[in-house]
Nanobody
Framework: QVQLVESGGGLVQAGGSLRLSCAASGRTSSTFLMAWFRQAPGKEREFVAS????????YYADFVKGRFTIFRDNAKNTVDLQMNSLNPEDTANYYC???????????????????WGQGTEVTISS
């Protein structure tokens, strides 16, 4: 089992930046994939970005390409999400997710992940 704790959320003006961090503990050696999801009020949780533990290959949702960057530090067992050019539509709770088993193809569904953090709130003012 892996435990995840997010941090770094807050209130930022449109056009600003935030960096979220996810700290993993427990059986982190079993990690295959880490990801960030978000859930805006009244909406379903949606995939934002992912990164493979070994190869550092990344994958992004179209709506964040060029604005968000996902990083990982295996020595520290952290995964960060650098968010730039934020707009009010980015307002949401952001969740860190973990997958232990290898997967081929798309991995953007909630069911593709086996551990979740509690989330960190991000609010973008206009």
């Amino acid at each position: 089992q892996v435990q995840l704790v997010e941090s770094g959320g807050g209130l930022v003006q449109a056009g600003g930046s935030l960096r979220l961090s996810c700290a993993a503990s427990g059986r982190t050696s079993s990690t295959f994939l880490m990801a960030w999801f978000r859930q805006a009020p009244g909406k379903e949780r949606e995939f934002v970005a992912s990164i493979r533990r070994t190869t550092a290959n990344t994958y992004y949702a179209d709506f964040v390409k060029g604005r968000f960057t996902i990083f990982r530090d295996n020595a520290k067992n952290t995964v960060d999400l650098q968010m730039n050019s934020l707009n009010p539509e980015d307002t949401a709770n952001y969740y860190c997710a973990h997958r232990s088993r290898p997967i081929l193809g798309l991995h953007t569904g909630e069911r593709d992940y086996d551990s979740w953090g509690q989330g960190t709130e991000v609010t973008i003012s206009s």
